[in-house]
């Protein structure tokens, strides 16, 4: 996908015990950054939550990473992750490196995030952010139709189904084969990050 600044960048599953990514991805946040995904003030990502990170290619648990492309090979920008609650429900979290954000990254990554949790069989999703984290709610505008949220002690509990395009989009995307429609769902996107309403 081509994104905002003119790069081009890939989104790939991440692989089971894949640490090396995850854990420079995880160094190169900001601790604002770091704050709005873990939900504490914390200088260094410990070990243990980078292989939790990683411990996915299961039936519950998945990540998918986008890369960018450079002189030495490849840079992780963002990840998301895929936890299973139950048999339908699953928890959600994306993290977007500083320097990559306002890309329309956040929204790419969460609609293909969720694009696999659901042919995984979970169809209702929850995440949990801070309240005054400025990018959950534009990010959840575009990919979610909330079903409720509660707020205790400044942490957010939103649970939520996929938001589908509008009628109109989904309609002119039927009977076209399914890698023309994700492709055009693709462009869709692309076109609302252009006009500045994805983060």
């Not at 949990?128 to 707020?151: K, Q, Y």
Request: charged share 25%.
């Amino acid at each position: 996908m081509k994104v905002q600044n003119g790069s081009y960048l890939r989104i790939r599953a991440l692989w089971r015990g894949e640490l090396g990514p995850v854990r420079e991805l995880c160094a190169r946040l900001s601790p604002r950054t770091r704050y709005f995904r873990f939900l504490a003030a914390i200088n260094v990502v410990s070990d243990s939550v980078v292989r939790a990170l990683a411990e996915v290619d299961d039936t519950r648990r998945l990540a998918l990473v986008v890369e960018s492309r450079n002189e030495g090979g490849r840079d992780v920008v963002a990840l998301g992750n895929v936890s299973g609650r139950d048999d339908n429900l699953a928890e959600v979290g994306v993290v977007v490196a500083d320097s990559w954000q306002r890309q329309g990254i956040g929204v790419a990554l969460a609609t293909a995030l969720l694009q696999a949790a659901e042919a995984r069989g979970y169809d209702r999703f929850v995440v949990h952010g801070c309240w005054h984290n400025p990018a959950l709610l534009p990010l959840l505008h575009h990919v979610a139709d909330i079903e409720s949220a509660t707020t205790r002690s400044g942490v957010s509990e939103i649970t939520f189904v996929r938001r589908r395009p509008a009628p109109a989009f989904t309609n002119a995307l039927r009977g076209l084969e399914a890698p023309i429609a994700d492709h055009l769902e693709q462009a869709y996107l692309r076109i609302l990050a252009a006009k500045g309403r994805v983060q």
